[in-house]
């Protein structure tokens, strides 16, 4: 049965209490089901009802700790927020096994975002993209006045470029403001300055400014990442195996996609714990994946002289250390406070290395046992617990599944309900 309705008008400006009693009434809610939806946002609610509208709980992650990470020469402990087993497990081994050739080298790009503006309703667009360039300078200049505080941290617009597109409506002229965003995320501050440049765009090309909004393209925020692992620590098989996979991923976009997935894993974990636009980071992503016009792997793996295996990955990031909610989050801000990290470059290159160790993990489980061994093992807890074990109870089942070699929710039944007799 569905709620009885969800027509609740201005829920939002309901206390806390009165949204619990309409959820309540409207959900059939037991007392226990309100009392959990309490109890999770009880040390929270003042906080994340100032993130969101209608706030009625916390949903709660595990916070976790990868450790073993030598980024550029740097030590590195990185928290992630995940909720799948063995993700954080896989990171520190991948990052282990790569210390033995010195960690992770990584690089990134100044964090530069794009703005776009649409702009319609014009005659001429050779005339419209001149005068736009001539009139360069006062554009950015108009784009910088909206953000001083940018500006004194050394960011701001810095360029603009226009395209002419062939669209369904007809042909249409595309702006791109190019932000340096320093370390925010930064659509906030280019949407501004996009909206803020809008009408002087439509004054000089006589057209009219339809969206104005941050392109979650960023292909000109990067971060390079580079790894070697040891033939005599992973083994020939473990370096062949991986080369396999690594060319099934840039021949086929069914596995190029899972090959990916393997890498947000890290990433992602990373970008939660440290309060960052999870949807940002994935749209980067997987448009860049995508940018040949066939989905390729976001990573690449080879041998070299010596028969190592080296790891290479590449990939947009627009994530922050200020703005959005990477202040205001207390646990975003501990995440960056154990990542010692001072620059949103710096905290770009910790997510590339994590997500390219997440990678090789994954590729050398898939090549030597699979991949449900491990991850069933560590999945079992889950399991026993779905079905209703508590405490010691957990334990117990999940090592029974696990030394019969069957973790399965029919098996975790079998096992409680013969525990309970
Ligand atoms: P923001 O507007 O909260 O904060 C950025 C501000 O911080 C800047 O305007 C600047 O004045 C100030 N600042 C102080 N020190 C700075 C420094 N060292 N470097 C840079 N700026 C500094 O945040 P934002 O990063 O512009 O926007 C991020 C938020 O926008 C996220 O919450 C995201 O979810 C949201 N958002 C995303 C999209 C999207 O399509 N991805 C669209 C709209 C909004």
């Known amino acids: 049965m569905t709620a009885q309705t969800s027509r609740i008008p201005e829920f939002y400006k309901k206390t806390y209490e009165e ?33 969101i509208e209608n706030v ?17 020469g740097e030590e590195y402990m990185i928290p992630m927020a995940v909720e799948e087993s063995s993700v954080v497990a896989a990171a520190c081994n991948a990052a282990k096994l790569a210390r033995i050739s010195g960690g992770f080298f990584v690089s990134s790009s100044d964090p530069i975002m794009i703005g776009q503006v649409q702009l319609l309703g ?22 910088n006045a909206h953000d001083q505080v940018l500006i ?6 810095v360029d603009l470029e226009t395209k002419v597109l062939e669209t369904s409506r007809g042909p249409m002229l595309i702006m791109h403001l190019f932000v340096n965003v320093c370390d925010a995320m930064g659509s906030n501050i280019v949407n501004t300055m996009v909206e803020g440049v809008a009408t002087f765009l439509e ?32 083994g020939t098989e473990v370096v062949e195996g991986i080369l396999d996979a690594d060319a099934l991923a840039h021949a086929d976009p069914y596995r190029a996609a899972t090959h990916n997935k393997g890498i947000m894993n890290g990433v992602d974990a990373v970008a939660l714990a440290t ?13 860049y994946a995508a940018r040949s016009g066939s989905y390729q792997p976001l990573s690449h793996f080879y041998k070299n002289e010596d028969g190592d295996l080296v790891g290479e990955l590449e990939m947009p990031l627009p994530i922050g250390i200020v703005g959005g909610i990477t202040k205001s989050h207390p646990i975003a801000q501990l995440s ?32 030597r046992e699979g991949i449900q061994r491990g991850h069933m093992r560590l999945h079992s807890k889950n399991i026993a617990s779905n079905v209703g074990a508590i405490g010691d109870e957990i334990d117990v089942i999940a090592e029974r599944m696990v030394c019969e070699r069957s973790v399965s929710d029919g098996r975790a039944r079998e096992l409680f309900d013969e525990l309970k007799k």
């Open 152 to 157: 004194a941290n050394g960011g701001g617009a």
């Open 203 to 234: 004054d000089l090309t006589g057209g009219y400014a339809r969206l104005r909004i941050v392109s979650n393209y960023a292909v000109r925020r990067m971060v390079k990442a580079r790894a070697v692992w040891k033939k005599e620590q992973i």
């Open 19 to 51: 949204r619990l009693q309409i959820l309540k009434q409207q959900a059939e809610l037991s007392d226990e089901e309100i009392h959990l939806l309490r109890l999770h946002a009880a040390a929270s609610f003042g906080t994340v009802n100032r993130m």
């Open 336 to 367: 960056l406070k154990i990542l010692r990290v001072k620059t949103a470059c710096q905290l770009t290159e910790i997510m590339g290395a994590v997500g390219l160790a997440q990678n090789f993990a994954a590729l050398r489980v898939l090549v």
């Open 275 to 287: 309060g960052n636009d999870l949807r940002a980071v994935e749209a980067s992503a997987h448009s």
């Open 56 to 72: 009625i709980s916390v949903m709660f992650l595990p916070l976790g700790m990868a450790t073993n990470f030598l980024i550029n």
């Open 122 to 143: 014009i005659n001429d667009f050779s005339a419209a993209q001149k005068i736009i360039f001539l009139h360069k300078a006062r554009i950015l200049a108009l784009a």
